[in-house]
Each structure stands twice: as structure tokens, then as C-alpha cells.
């Protein structure tokens, strides 16, 4: 199993731009997740989905779009990017079990400018 | 929200010490993990603990779910240079679909 992917590895945006965090799963989980990372800060939610069609929003989800059509893929959109959205993206996913642990991508580092 | 505070922020040891971390939460978890995050890298699961009172060993960690539900704590033995990295503790609580985390524990050692 490749476990969780996400693409691209680092991308550079100018303000306004628009794009799609990529983030896939192998192993058949039903619950998905988009978090951020800045400094000092940890991670924070950004949207969930605990299965295909299901989504909601999580701590911090405004300027970001999800989607779920399928139990693989999950998806991030960055509607119109600005420099409070450099921050590094983590995807996750997790078995339908409710508090089991999630298994986290390698991360897309995002930097607006 | 929950918030999970999460001490100490950044640890300074030398190679083959013990290391003490923790977390503590202003309302009940079900669910404690923690986790490890090496530069440039996602967080990995190192423990998932699931019952209050619960002690757990990974090698040469060991976490504890702490008897009041609100608090976890990590430790580490005989620290090696690899342990370095930032630990993340996390909470789950039933009826609610989101973790919780830490804001994280930076090690380093010190040659």
C-alpha cells in the first residue's frame, strides 16, 4: 500500500490564483481529512469528509473548497489564494472506526505570494 | 473548542537521557495519540491509547491515558540521536469527528 499521497510536494501561488491540493488513499478509509500546519500553531482542521459525498467543515475552512466523490480521493481547492494560505497542507485518513489513529501524507508546502 | 496545552514546548537532552513530555485538555478525551513529525515529513503514529488509565509501550516509548481523562503523557528512554523531531499529542471524544492536537514538543540533542 502507498498509504496516503498528496501532490504536488511544494508549489508557489500568486495572490488570486486558484488550484487543487491532490490527496489519495490505498487503503480503503472512510474518513478524510485536510489539515494545515503554520509555526507554533500545530495543526488545525480545515474540512473532513467521513465518506463519499460527506463533507464538513472543520476549524479553519474559510477560502477552502472539498469534495468527495469517491472513498480514494479527497481533494483541497484554494478558491482564490492569498499569503495567509502559505502554510504547509496535510491530508489524512483514517478507518471508520471513531478515534482510531489517522495516518498523515508527506505534506504540500504552499507559499502565496 | 477543546484545547490541548501541551508542555514542555522544546526540550534540549543529551543522548541517553530520559524524556517527559505531556498534555493536558480542558474537557475529556475518549481517545489519546501521540505522534512524531520529522522535518519536512507528516506526522507518524506512535500510540494510540483508548482507555483512561491505560499504559502503553512502543520500544522505548511508553504513553499513559491519564486517569482524569484530561491529560497524557510520553515518555521516552534512553534517548538516540533519530528521537529527534517535534512530538504531537491529539484527543478524540466521542460524538465528535475531529482531533484535537497539541501544539507540539520540539526535541533536540545536544552531541
Known amino acids: 500500500n502507498a498509504g496516503v499521497t498528496q501532490t504536488p510536494k511544494f508549489q508557489v501561488l500568486k495572490t488570486g490564483q486558484s488550484m487543487t491540493l491532490q490527496c489519495a488513499q490505498d487503503?480503503?478509509?472512510?474518513?478524510m481529512s485536510w489539515y494545515r500546519q503554520d509555526p507554533g500553531m500545530g495543526l488545525r482542521l480545515i474540512h473532513y469528509s467521513v465518506g463519499a459525498g460527506i463533507t464538513d467543515q472543520g476549524e479553519v475552512p474559510n477560502g477552502y473548497n472539498v469534495s468527495r466523490s469517491t472513498t480514494e480521493d479527497f481533494p483541497l481547492r484554494l478558491l482564490s489564494a492569498a499569503p495567509s494560505q502559505t502554510s504547509v497542507y496535510f491530508c489524512?485518513?483514517?478507518?471508520?472506526?471513531?478515534?482510531?489513529?489517522?495516518?498523515f501524507g508527506p505534506g504540500t508546502r504552499l507559499t502565496v505570494t | 473548542g477543546q484545547q490541548l496545552n501541551q508542555s514542555p514546548q522544546s526540550m534540549f537532552i543529551q543522548e541517553g537521557e530520559d524524556v517527559s513530555m505531556n498534555c493536558t485538555s480542558s474537557?475529556?478525551?475518549?481517545?489519546w495519540l501521540w505522534y512524531k513529525q520529522d522535518p519536512g515529513e507528516g506526522p507518524v503514529l506512535l500510540i494510540a491509547?483508548?482507555?483512561?488509565?491505560e499504559l502503553t509501550s512502543n520500544g522505548r516509548l511508553t504513553a499513559q491515558f491519564g486517569t482524569t481523562r484530561k491529560d497524557s503523557f510520553l515518555n521516552i528512554s534512553a534517548s538516540i540521536p533519530s528521537d529527534v523531531g517535534i512530538y504531537f499529542c491529539?484527543?478524540?471524544?466521542?460524538?465528535?469527528?475531529?482531533?484535537?492536537f497539541g501544539t507540539g514538543t520540539r526535541l533536540t540533542i545536544i552531541p
Open positions: 489524512a485518513s483514517r478507518a471508520g472506526t471513531k478515534g482510531s489513529g489517522q495516518y
Open positions: 491509547l483508548y482507555k483512561a488509565g
Open positions: 491529539a484527543g478524540h471524544s466521542f460524538g465528535n469527528e475531529k482531533l484535537t
Open positions: 474537557s475529556i478525551f475518549n481517545t
Open positions: 487503503m480503503n478509509h472512510e474518513y
